[in-house]
Nanobody
Framework: QVQLVESGGGLVQPGGSLRLSCAFS????????IGWFRQAPGKEREGVSC????????FYADSVKGRFTISRDNAKNTVYLQMNSLKPEDTAVYYC???????????????????WGQGTQVTVSS
């Protein structure tokens, strides 16, 4: 019954900003993490960011550090990804995914996540 739904994608000019939302429900355990991944055509799915729902600990890919910020509102069961200073290479379908919390050393490995949203398109272009 776990469900995740992304929203907030769209078309934005280089240097612009977008905020993605991931609304989730159905987790039977209180301790879990939500990750953001992205996939461009012909490329592997890559981890963008992750947040521990319980502790608030965050992780970021080197390519987005300083530009993207992940946050959560536990009362609303929602995780956000604020994306600033967007670049054309950020263009991709963005997915949120859920994983039961354990060792998050390998947070960026999509194989560890058992639950996925449908994705939302982000296009950065002039």
């Amino acid at each position: 019954q776990v469900q995740l739904v992304e929203s907030g994608g769209g078309l934005v000019q280089p240097g612009g900003s977008l905020r993605l939302s991931c609304a989730f429900s159905g987790f039977s355990l209180d301790y879990y993490a939500i990750g953001w991944f992205r996939q461009a055509p012909g490329k592997e799915r890559e981890g963008v960011s992750c947040i521990n729902r319980n502790t608030g600990s965050t992780f970021y890919a080197d390519s987005v550090k300083g530009r993207f910020t992940i946050s959560r509102d536990n009362a609303k069961n929602t995780v956000y990804l604020q994306m600033n200073s967007l670049k054309p290479e950020d263009t991709a379908v963005y997915y949120c995914a859920g994983v039961h919390v354990g060792l998050l050393r390998f947070w960026a490995n999509p194989s560890r996540y058992g639950y996925w949203g449908q994705g939302t398109q982000v296009t950065v272009s002039s």
